[in-house]
């Protein structure tokens, strides 16, 4: 499998374990992501990683591509406030936890 495969499936699959437990990465864990919605837990947290340096409109716009049914800037900042700033780190460090191997020099202990 490509290198790059690889580093976004475990991305993916770190980011369905939170997605599982996403009521304690929200601000109120009652009633936010409880509803069926175009922007979901993962689909935020997705968009947020992906963004680029364009407007916030564009790079929606980029991210779904280009259909008429993409969310509106509004909606997303709406979206991405009710994530807490901890669930960045906890995806990142669970991210790093998978991919990061001790290299050895010789394999030496």
Known sequence: MNNYKHLKNVLNYSIKKMVE????FCENSVTDFTHNR??????????VICMETGSLKDELLKLNDF???TPTASAFVQARSKIKVEAFQTLFNSFNEKIHKEKLFKDWS
């Not at 437990?21 to 304690?24: A, K, L």
């Open 21 to 24: 437990v996403r009521s304690i």
């Open 38 to 47: 175009k922007l979901t837990f993962e689909t935020t947290l997705k968009n």
């Open 67 to 69: 259909s008429l049914k």
